[in-house]
């Protein structure tokens, strides 16, 4: 899961890219960029783990949700939630809290076939125009990884969509540097063909899945990082329990073999005396 988190970043890198160059050509107004002011309803993808015995991984990502449903209520909106993975599921059903969809089986190992799944049904969402029945925003609810020993919760808006906002948003930041300083000298002029709108309406559905399969593969990497530490933590405590424990009967055993010699010596003595 690390490997694959790592090896992806270098396609959603080269997708920015050319999000960036496409959008320095045309005038950017696209309906996965737009505000939706028709509707209160927002969409949150909560990304959690299938099973337990991960330490705190599950319970943090569920707090963090909570935090963002309660902003979101408070600032007058209506949470559509979505979960990825059982205990985040089974965490909003338990508190009779209506879930949308639930993807569940794969949180340590995210396919593309599924993240095509997830970025359709929020496309899908955010682009459909009942108010009723669309959501205003997508946010999702994930862990990011950073390394073996470090794993951070992070809410992050989806849609509308912000090209220079992603999940890798340090190595984006570098790879856009000179885009945001001088686009015409990061960029060649390109032709589009048949049109730069036309290539942007491909580009950006896919950058949309490139991040949320991203998302996805982060929250496994820190999922099987966080059940490796836990796992490591409990061998270490089941190791010190033996240790005390062995301790404990050697102790016993000696003092009970002490007392015996005890007494038979005592015995001897008696014998003796008498």
């Given at each position: 899961?690390?490997?694959?988190?790592?090896?992806?970043?270098?396609?959603?890198?080269?997708?920015?890219?050319?999000?960036?160059?496409?959008?320095?050509?045309?005038?950017?107004?696209?309906?996965?960029?737009?505000?939706?002011?028709?509707?209160?309803r927002v969409a949150v993808l909560v990304?959690?783990?299938?099973?337990?015995?991960?330490?705190?991984?599950?319970?943090?990502?569920?707090?963090?949700?909570?935090?963002?449903?309660?902003?979101?209520?408070?600032?007058?909106?209506?949470?559509?939630?979505?979960?990825?993975?059982?205990?985040?599921?089974?965490?909003?059903?338990?508190?009779?809290?209506?879930?949308?969809?639930?993807?569940?089986?794969?949180?340590?190992?995210?396919?593309?076939?599924?993240?095509?799944?997830?970025?359709?049904?929020?496309?899908?969402?955010?682009?459909?125009?009942?108010?009723?029945?669309?959501?205003?925003s997508v946010h999702l609810v994930y862990?990011?990884?950073?390394?073996?020993?470090?794993?951070?919760?992070?809410?992050?808006?989806?849609?509308?969509?912000?090209?220079?906002?992603?999940?890798?948003?340090?190595?984006?930041?570098?790879?856009?540097?000179?885009?945001?300083?001088?686009?015409?000298?990061?960029?060649?002029?390109?032709?589009?063909?048949?049109?730069?709108?036309?290539?942007?309406?491909?580009l950006l559905p896919l950058y949309v899945?490139?991040?949320?399969?991203?998302?996805?593969?982060?929250?496994?990497?820190?999922?099987?990082?966080?059940?490796?530490?836990?796992?490591?933590?409990?061998?270490?405590?089941?190791?010190?329990?033996?240790?005390?424990?062995?301790?404990?009967?050697?102790?016993?055993?000696?003092?009970?073999?002490?007392?015996?010699?005890?007494?038979?010596?005592?015995?001897?003595?008696?014998?003796?005396?008498?």
């Amino acid at each position: 899961a690390r490997r694959a988190a790592t090896e992806a970043g270098p396609y959603e890198k080269a997708l920015t890219q050319a999000v960036a160059a496409v959008a320095i050509h045309t005038d950017l107004d696209h309906p996965l960029t737009r505000e939706r002011a028709d509707t209160t309803r927002v969409a949150v993808l909560v990304v959690a783990s299938d099973r337990g015995m991960a330490g705190a991984y599950a319970a943090t990502i569920l707090r963090e949700s909570e935090k963002l449903i309660a902003d979101l209520e408070s600032g007058g909106y209506e949470p559509v939630i979505y979960t990825f993975g059982r205990r985040a599921a089974a965490y909003f059903r338990f508190r009779s809290v209506p879930i949308e969809r639930a993807w569940e089986g794969e949180s340590d190992a995210p396919t593309i076939e599924t993240t095509r799944e997830v970025a359709a049904e929020l496309l899908g969402r955010f682009l459909d125009k009942d108010p009723a029945a669309g959501v205003g925003s997508v946010h999702l609810v994930y862990t990011r990884f950073n390394n073996v020993m470090s794993q951070v919760p992070e809410v992050r808006q989806m849609l509308p969509l912000s090209v220079v906002d992603s999940p890798h948003a340090d190595q984006e930041r570098e790879a856009e540097r000179g885009f945001h300083d001088d686009p015409a000298a990061s960029f060649p002029e390109y032709e589009f063909i048949p049109s730069a709108e036309a290539v942007l309406d491909v580009l950006l559905p896919l950058y949309v899945e490139s991040r949320i399969h991203n998302v996805l593969l982060q929250s496994a990497a820190s999922e099987l990082a966080s059940r490796q530490r836990a796992m490591h933590t409990a061998t270490d405590n089941a190791e010190e329990l033996i240790t005390k424990y062995t301790r404990l009967a050697n102790s016993a055993r000696q003092a009970e073999i002490t007392q015996e010699i005890t007494e038979i010596v005592g015995g001897a003595d008696a014998l003796n005396a008498g």
